[in-house]
């Protein structure tokens, strides 16, 4: 049996603003510095060997990762940092408060473009470039996604990295985001593309699957 831990990064300044992020960046405030602490200290005790880490390419889940690492005492572990683990673009809301956009587009349709798998929020007008994405295609980076098309970058990064390490018995750990994170438990869990709609990650919360040899489910665990 090998073991997958999947952990939100911990509380972003967006998150405290309640806005949108989505591809940008957003540091850890001092309660995210904190949850991260809390969850290498809390993952100490469990009876893990990991042998690599995947991230984004987003500072806050670097940084969560970074933290949860020297709390176990395995700085030293191999990191792979991807675009395709960066959060659900969320196209021209990012920036915006979420209590403002209900207020401008109705709290229906935000519902809709938040957690359905479906729905597109409004795309930005043009993309800027960054260099953290300028050795990759220009065509990665999306003007707006759902969950939907942000699951199809994401699928197969699991089916060429992440699962085969499980595969050949080696404990992983994915430090991401919250879109990023439910779009992989829909499909490690085969929710439905409504059910996914009730899934919540809870930041810098810990889960621990264990797999079988074929990579299906034996036990999930949430630690609090």
């Not at 405290?16 to 602490?37: C, F, H, M, R």
């Not at 191999?78 to 209900?102: F, V």
């Amino acid at each position: 049996m090998v073991k997958l831990v999947l952990i939100r990064h911990g509380q972003s300044l967006a998150n405290q603003e309640n806005v949108y992020t989505g591809w940008s960046d957003s540091p850890l405030t001092k309660a995210g510095i904190k949850e991260a602490k809390y969850a290498g200290q809390i993952l100490k005790k469990e009876p893990l060997a990991l042998t690599k880490v995947h991230t984004s390419c987003l500072t806050r889940a670097i940084k969560t990762a970074d933290i949860v690492l020297e709390e176990l005492g395995q700085a030293y572990l191999p990191i792979t940092k991807t675009w395709r683990l960066n959060e659900r673009h969320y196209g021209a809301l990012r920036g915006l408060n979420k209590d403002y956009t209900r207020k401008l587009y109705g709290q229906k349709q935000v519902a809709l473009w938040r957690r359905s798998f479906e729905a597109v929020p409004p795309k930005l007008d043009h993309l800027e470039s960054e260099r953290r994405y300028q050795r990759y295609p220009a065509s990665i980076v999306p003007r707006a996604e759902s969950l939907a098309q942000a699951s199809r970058r994401i699928i197969p990064y699991w089916v060429d990295q992440i699962a085969p390490e499980l595969l050949r018995n080696k404990d992983q750990l994915v430090v991401a985001h919250g879109s990023t994170l439910r779009a992989l438990i829909k499909y490690l869990e085969q929710i439905s593309d409504t059910g996914i709609d009730g899934v919540e990650v809870g930041n810098a919360t810990p889960i621990i699957y264990e797999l079988d040899e074929q990579l299906q489910i034996i036990t999930k665990k949430i630690l609090e």
